[in-house]
C-alpha cells in the first residue's frame, strides 16, 4: 500500500457503496487500484497524465472520476458514508457551521468561457465566464468559492462551489438546503441541525427569517449597520438576535474541515476547467475524511 492510499478500514467502508459494474463492458476491475490513482492526484494535484504506472492507464482513472462526478455518483456515495455515520453517532450535529473559501482556479481551468450575444450593431462583446462554471474574476485573479457547511466532528455536510467574487449570505440557503442525510432505517432524511453558526457575513433578515421558519436556533453576529438600523426603528425593529459566545466558538470547527479539504491540492487549486468536475472533486475530499 502506497502513501496515501486507501487503509483496508477505509476501504470497508467505502467499498460497499461504489457502483457493482458500468453497464456496460463486463464488471470493473481493481476498482481499489482506480480509486487510490484518483485519491494521489487529489493530494499531490498532479496532472493526470503524470499519474504512476502503478495506478494503470490514466485514462482509466481520469474518466472514471469525470463520469462519477457528471452522474452524481459521488454525491450518493457521499450520502452513503453519511448515513452508515449517523447510524453509527459518529455525527455531531449539536453546531453546524457554515462558510466559506476561496480557491485560486489554475490556468488550465479556464478555458470554459462563452461568449454573449451580440446585438445588432454593436461590437461583439469579449468572451467571458458562464457563472455555472463556478469561476469568476476578482482582485486575485480568477477564483471559485467553496462554501460549506461541517458537523461538530469536522466533516463536511453539504457542499456548493460558486464564483469566486460572489458573497456569502445568499448561499446560506443553499447550502443547507443540501443537508440531506439518510436514515438507514428508511423515513425522512435528516435535514435539520440542532444548532447553526456563522459569522457575521451571513447575518441578514432573509437568513435570519428562514432559519426561524425551519426552527433551526442560530447564532450569527450581526453587522454594525443592521444593528444601528434596528435601534433606531424602536420596537418595529425586533429584538436583538441571541449570540452565545460559547457556542460562536465552535465556528472554528467548520474552519478547520476547510483546511483539512484544502490538505488535497486539487481542491486548493482549482485544476478542473468544468466545475462539476471540480464539484466532484471536493465531494472525493470529504468522502475521504468521512471514511477515515
Known amino acids: 500500500m502506497g502513501r496515501g492510499d486507501l487503509s483496508d478500514t477505509e476501504w470497508a ?18 476498482r481499489r487500484t482506480v480509486i487510490n490513482g484518483i485519491l494521489f492526484r487529489q493530494r499531490t494535484g498532479i496532472p493526470w497524465r503524470d499519474l504512476p504506472a502503478r495506478f494503470g492507464k490514466w485514462k482509466t482513472v481520469h474518466d472514471r472520476h469525470r463520469r462519477w462526478s457528471a452522474d452524481g455518483t459521488w454525491e450518493k456515495v457521499l450520502r452513503a458514508v453519511q448515513s452508515n455515520a449517523d447510524a453509527e453517532g459518529r455525527i455531531d450535529w449539536s453546531v453546524v457551521s457554515v462558510d466559506s473559501t476561496v480557491c485560486r482556479a489554475h490556468q488550465h481551468a479556464a478555458g470554459a468561457l462563452h461568449r454573449p450575444a451580440r446585438k445588432p450593431g454593436r461590437r461583439a462583446r469579449p468572451a467571458e465566464h458562464r457563472p455555472d462554471e463556478g469561476i469568476g474574476r476578482s482582485r486575485g485573479g480568477l477564483t471559485t468559492k467553496i462554501h460549506l457547511a461541517s458537523d461538530g466532528g469536522c466533516r463536511p455536510l453539504a457542499i456548493l462551489v ?7 449570505a445568499p448561499q446560506l440557503v443553499p447550502v443547507l438546503d443540501r443537508i440531506r442525510v439518510p436514515r438507514p432505517a428508511g423515513g425522512h432524511p435528516r435535514t435539520r441541525p440542532d444548532h447553526m453558526c456563522g459569522d457575521k457575513a451571513y447575518s441578514s433578515r432573509r437568513n435570519r427569517r428562514y432559519l426561524r421558519r425551519r426552527q433551526i436556533r442560530h447564532t450569527i453576529p450581526e453587522r454594525r449597520n443592521q444593528r444601528g438600523n434596528r435601534r433606531r426603528r424602536g420596537s418595529r425593529g425586533g429584538r436583538p ?3 452565545d459566545r460559547a457556542l ?13 479539504l484544502k490538505g488535497f491540492r486539487a481542491v486548493a487549486t482549482r485544476y478542473d476547467k468544468r466545475a462539476y468536475v471540480f464539484h466532484g472533486t471536493i465531494t472525493l475530499a470529504a468522502i475521504r475524511l468521512w471514511v477515515r
Do not use: I, M, S
Not at 13 to 28: A, D, F, K, M, T
Not at 248 to 260: D, I, K
Open 241 to 243: 438576535a441571541g449570540f
Open 248 to 260: 460562536y466558538a465552535r465556528r472554528n470547527e467548520v474552519e478547520r474541515t476547510l483546511n483539512a
Open 13 to 30: 467502508r467505502l467499498r460497499p457503496h461504489l457502483p457493482r459494474n458500468v453497464g456496460r463492458g463486463g464488471r470493473w476491475k481493481n
Open 162 to 168: 460558486t464564483p469566486g467574487q460572489w458573497g456569502d
